[in-house]
């Protein structure tokens, strides 16, 4: 039986399939960094008090593999991810760790900014000259001349620019303690590289600083060569561009270049920055949910953001919780609003108390997973007569046409959280939620006025017409 590397999980058994192997193909750097990182966790018996941020690339899958606690950043944001942990878990060791694509490109100024401040966290970036995952594309860190998916007659460094240099431009900031260069293309630099893993580490564990390692590192598939050919091309080519070694320690130092961060525990932060919302008697709020549906761009995710930002003002639990993506290009769109007196468990809302229908698809979908004695408003524009069970309370509102009535067509959202503050569905004093609604609109001040028309319309039409069947009544 093969015996795991230290630090490694015993199998492999968040992975599909065969949990004896890694997804890595053969002669990947990435498989060789990780058992570095593994062991050295392990070594240093830092395992319990480790939290890896994994990337999106090839290496996204981190956590089926190194025995520690793991976090899966946004692509490109391992950097903001690791700044936020280190600073509330001041205690802990945290690893961020990120491709070339994922650190040099998407998200090089997060990482750029947290080395500026020396956040106190271990940045490993795995530097392969290009973009595997997605299929060999260049990379910032692309060598002049190099092929790839996208540059395949050699990468044009007049139109595309000079590779990034990253530990260089680090190296040009004051507050990193550690930077250093290594490569795994073979064992005598796996053993550097091996050095540099446990240093960064080390420096973690002392509470010093801000560590960054980069590692020239194969890709045998994108690079188009058999293995053995690919670490000659990391040691023949890459390191030209990229030397190795160390181009900072400043580890020993005196404190004062190690410059300390203020760092506060999640309990601190939140017994002092919110003490007068912990102390207020929240036993009354009752847990609303809302779930918020239409078509893309009828600004549902905003009107569950002017709840959400009001109630918080207000010192409740708030949860706000979008659904995009291909939506956002005409289909469906919808966001769930968690208004609480005690912590939300779960932004993820199966069963609303408040549905809000802009548009057919929505309202048809959601409808049925409506709590008993709950209240659906939908837009009345829609042809489709909603069959009320369960005691549920439908309204039928016409918020496009207040909208385009007042002038602002796209406001049929304002129009919406009009309704639903006269019906007295957000528990939440009017005054605060028009501050919020004024203040989504503070990078558009001109949008306030005709915004704040539309909510008045909305409540004076449902004062008038719909104000006998105000649910709370
Ligand atoms: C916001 C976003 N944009 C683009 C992608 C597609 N994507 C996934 S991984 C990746 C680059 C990965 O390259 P790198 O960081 O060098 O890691 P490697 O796969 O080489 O280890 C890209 C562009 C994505 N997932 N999300
Ligand atoms: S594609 Fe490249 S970086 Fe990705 S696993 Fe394979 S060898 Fe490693």
């Not at 015996?3 to 399939?17: I, L």
């Not at 392990?42 to 996204?60: E, H, K, M, R, Y």
Request: proline fraction near 6%; aromatic fraction near 8%.
């Amino acid at each position: 039986m093969t015996v795991r590397a230290k630090g490694f999980y015993e199998k492999f058994e968040r992975k599909d399939g065969n949990d004896r192997t890694t997804h890595y193909c053969a002669g990947c750097g990435h498989g060789i960094i990780h058992k570095l990182i593994a062991e050295a966790i392990a070594d240093l018996d830092i395992q319990d008090d480790t939290v890896f941020v994994n990337p999106v690339g090839c290496a996204s899958f981190c956590y089926y593999y190194i025995d520690c606690g793991h976090v899966a950043g946004p692509h490109g944001r391992a950097a903001a991810v690791a700044t936020g942990l280190s600073r509330v878990l001041p205690n802990k060791i945290i690893i961020a760790y990120q491709g070339d694509g994922d650190l040099g490109a998407i998200g090089f100024n997060n990482a750029f900014q947290a080395a500026n401040r020396g956040e106190h966290f271990a940045h490993f970036f795995i530097n392969n000259a290009l973009y595997a995952m997605t299929g060999g594309q260049m990379a910032p860190t692309t060598l002049p001349g190099q092929k790839t998916a996208t540059t395949p007659y050699g990468r044009d460094v007049v139109k595309t620019g000079e590779p990034l240099k990253v530990s260089e431009i680090f190296n040009q900031l004051e507050r990193p303690v550690y930077i250093e260069r290594e490569s795994v293309a073979d064992t005598k630099r796996i053993m550097q590289a091996r050095k540099a893993i446990r240093k960064a580490l080390q420096i973690q564990k002392e509470g010093k600083g801000y560590a960054f390692v980069e590692f020239l590192s194969p890709c045998p598939t994108n690079m188009h060569l058999d293995p053995i050919k690919a670490a000659q091309f990391i040691t023949e080519e890459m390191e030209r561009v990229f030397p190795l070694g160390c181009f900072r320690d400043r580890s020993e130092e005196e404190p004062a270049s190690c410059q300390e961060i203020p760092r506060r525990s999640l309990e601190e932060i939140v017994s002092a920055d919110y003490e007068s919302e912990q102390n207020a008697d929240l036993s009354h709020v009752k847990e609303r949910l809302y779930k918020l549906s239409g078509f893309g761009g009828q600004g549902i995710l905003s009107l569950g953001l002017v709840i959400a930002d009001a109630a918080s003002l207000m010192g409740r639990h708030v949860s706000w919780f979008p659904s995009y993506g291909p939506e956002q290009r005409g289909g469906s769109a919808s966001c769930s609003v968690v208004i609480s007196g005690k912590e939300i468990g779960s932004p993820i809302i199966d069963h609303p108390d408040v549905l809000i229908a802009m548009n057919q698809p929505s309202l048809e979908k959601f409808l049925p997973t409506v709590k008993k004695e709950g209240v659906v408003i939908y837009e009345a524009s829609i042809p489709f007569e909603p069959q009320a069970k369960d005691n549920i309370q439908i309204v039928k509102f016409p918020a496009i046409k207040i909208a385009a009535d007042n002038g602002v067509p796209k406001a049929a959202n304002t129009a919406m959280l009009g309704c639903m503050t006269e019906l007295g569905l957000l528990d939440i004093p009017e005054r605060e939620i028009r501050n919020a609604l004024e203040r989504s609109f503070a990078s558009k001040p001109k949008l306030i006025e005709s915004n704040m028309r539309v909510f008045d319309a909305a409540k004076e039409y449902t004062r008038q017409r719909l104000r006998k069947n105000r649910p709370s009544d």
